[in-house]
């Protein structure tokens, strides 16, 4: 199995490495026809503009959108997720160009700006249950989106309490107690607003690498790592950022 992995910009080098820790290849992808020789894709987390600009000049959307519909599993993470949104909100002037296929509508920088970026304990339990490991991952968010709304048919899999972050919005008193949706998953699309890649955990890439229908009878074999430990005091110690 070979998962391919959107390498115009942005986290792609370090999915491939997480890929690597579970014992899978990942090749990068920037042309069309590349995607002809991946079983998956990963959209990875950047600057969503850009990335969006640079597939424009590949030709990559026709091709991206047709692996989509082909059934093949796509997972975007953060910027990613932008891509695979039906709707996006919050664009810059213009907006940008979206592969679709999530039937949800996305919120651009929800989170607000690169320095209001922030880790927080996110609890999976529908992740859990099929990888085992602690009952929440450590999510890192940089200047991240938010999924507003979502279809009948998409399972929501992490969410947030938006009252739980330090957000410097105007509207924040409004948003008290109001929780947001960071992970779904649609048939053979996934998607998060955190970047599972920049930790030691590889929960997320484990369970994305069993939607892939050729590995079902291994899929088993694909064994995740959750190296949260216990500091003497109780407190989880969690191993990140990981690249290599």
């Known amino acids: ?33 590349q995607l002809l020789n991946v079983s998956s894709l990963i959209i990875p987390g950047g600057e969503s503009t850009t990335m969006a600009k640079l597939a424009e000049l590949h030709n990559l959307f026709p091709a991206l ?51 209001q970026s922030f880790e927080t304990e996110l609890p999976i339990p529908q992740v859990v249950a099929k990888e085992g490991g602690p009952p929440c991952f450590r999510a890192v968010f940089i200047r991240a989106p938010a999924i507003l709304d979502v279809g009948p048919d998409v399972e929501v899999l992490a969410d947030i309490p938006v009252s739980a972050i330090a957000i410097q919005k105007e509207e924040d008193s409004t948003e008290s107690g109001k929780k947001v949706i960071v992970a779904v998953k649609q048939g053979n699309l996934l998607a998060t607003a955190f970047h599972p890649e920049l930790t030691a955990d590889t929960r997320w890439h484990s369970y994305f690498l069993k939607m892939v229908p050729e590995i079902e009878v291994g899929a088993s074999a694909i064994v995740s790592t959750s190296t949260t430990t216990q500091s003497f005091g109780g407190r989880p110690i969690i191993d990140f950022p990981i690249y290599q």
């Not at 999915?15 to 579970?22: E, F, N, P, S, T």
């Not at 919050?90 to 919120?107: A, I, M, R, S, Y």
């Open 1 to 33: 199995m070979v998962v391919g992995v959107l390498a115009l910009q942005g986290s792609f080098n370090e999915h491939i490495a997480a890929l690597k820790r579970l014992g899978v290849k990942g090749v990068e992808v920037r042309k069309p026809e």
């Open 65 to 115: 959108r047709e692996f989509v519909q082909m059934g093949k599993p796509v997972w975007g993470t953060c910027a990613g997720l932008i891509f695979l949104a039906n709707k996006a909100t919050g664009q810059k002037t213009g907006g940008q160009e979206l592969v679709g296929g999530l039937d949800c509508t996305v919120h651009r920088n929800f989170f607000g700006s690169q320095i």
